[in-house]
């Protein structure tokens, strides 16, 4: 599975952006994927994750209310939409699949990754 993350940006605090990631090679639509992101000097933390159905979504804490993962029909395309993004929120953001049976929050359970996009929130 080869991912790719797009969609990252400057933007103002306060605004909007919508990351992407797209599958190819083989199809994601039975992993779990998620989003992780890491800041300058910070370790990678995870942000959000969706189960392979779709049905199950969580989001950490410090963007709960602000972003929303999700995934189209075919299950070929994750979306992070980011709203009210906070200079905090600036980081590169990873695309990541995995085959865990439930969600999860844990970067090891995540065996592809894609390259990352950098989302910069200026203030």
């Known amino acids: 599975v080869q991912l790719q993350a797009s969609g990252g940006g400057l933007v103002q605090a306060g605004g909007s952006l919508r990351l992407s990631c797209a599958a190819s090679g083989q199809s994601i639509r039975t992993y779990t994927m998620g989003w992780f992101r890491q800041a300058p000097g910070k370790e990678r933390e995870f942000v959000a994750g969706?189960?392979?159905?779709?049905?199950?979504?969580y989001g950490a804490d410090s963007v709960k209310g602000r972003f929303t993962i999700s995934r189209d029909p075919p299950k070929t395309t994750v979306y992070l939409q980011m709203n009210t993004l906070k200079p905090e929120d600036t980081a590169v953001y990873y695309c990541?699949?995995?085959?865990?049976?439930?969600?999860?929050?844990?970067?090891?359970?995540?065996?592809?990754w894609g390259q990352g996009t950098l989302v910069t929130v200026s203030s």
């Open positions: 969706i189960s392979w159905s779709g049905g199950s979504t």
């Open positions: 990541a699949a995995g085959l865990a049976v439930v969600l999860t929050t844990e970067a090891n359970d995540y065996i592809f």
